[in-house]
């Protein structure tokens, strides 16, 4: 079983509409989630944390559920500029030295059409 | 806003050379990484640093590859005789601590090795 799993997508959307991207993950020692986003041959960029309550930041809604190991995110009314490589990232207890060590998902490709 | 920088932006080398890629973390982050992404593929973590030494590192990591802090400011991969699987996108990211901190990134360096 892979560490983080994601559907590759790539998922079509017409502007406007809601999206959400699962993830699992199988370390159930992992303490953080996070959800980045990465352009095309851009650097990955946070997008949020992923907290036990759940949190939102204005179109995007993210939510854990350490029961079954599972992530989600929601983007609310996309836009065009929402088109983007959605990453599922995990933190992992360390196996040899003292830092935990992030573990990324292969991401989900999202395409906004207008 | 306090950013990671990384130059250069693009490297050719040839098979078997050595390369030196550098990093300018963000000036307050004690942790730092290095990660790289082969075109197409996933986000894979190399190696993290804190306080002068690695404190974790991947099975990729291997002899081949070397980090260091050679003063206040910069963090630098070193590639020795590289190999023509070495070409991809190298990612530097730091935080400000690790575990449950999130971490920024710089804008890569594209290693083409030929």
């Known amino acids: 079983r892979k560490e983080v799993e994601q559907d590759p997508g790539p998922f079509n959307v017409p502007e406007g509409a809601t999206v959400a991207f699962n993830c699992t993950y199988s370390?159930?020692?992992?303490?953080?989630f996070f959800w980045y986003r990465q352009d095309c041959r851009k650097e990955p960029k946070l997008l949020m944390s992923v907290y036990s309550s759940g949190n939102e930041d204005g179109r995007f809604t993210a939510q854990l559920n350490r029961a079954s190991q599972y992530i989600s995110l929601l983007i609310r009314d996309s836009k065009l500029s929402d088109s983007a490589t959605y990453l599922c990232?995990?933190?992992?207890?360390?196996?040899?030295?003292?830092?935990?060590?992030?573990?990324w998902g292969a991401g989900t490709k999202l395409i906004i059409k207008p | 806003e306090p950013e990671v920088t990384q130059t250069p932006s693009h490297q050719v080398t040839q098979m078997g050379q050595e390369v030196i890629l550098r990093c300018v973390p963000i000036?307050?982050?004690?942790?730092f990484y290095w990660y790289r992404q082969i075109l197409g593929q996933k986000v894979e973590f190399l190696v993290s640093f804190y306080n002068n030494e690695i404190s974790e590192k991947s099975e990729i990591f291997d002899d081949q590859f070397s980090v260091e802090r050679p003063d206040g400011s910069n963090f630098t991969l070193k590639i020795r005789s590289t190999k023509l699987e070495d070409s991809a996108m190298y990612f530097c990211?730091?935080?400000?601590?690790?575990?449950?901190?999130?971490?920024?990134f710089g804008p890569g360096t594209r290693l083409t090795v030929t």
């Open positions: 990232v995990v933190n992992s207890p360390p196996s040899r030295g003292s830092n935990y060590q992030l573990i």
């Open positions: 990211a730091s935080s400000e601590a690790s575990g449950t901190y999130e971490q920024y």
């Open positions: 000036s307050n982050h004690l942790y």
């Open positions: 370390n159930s020692a992992s303490q953080s």
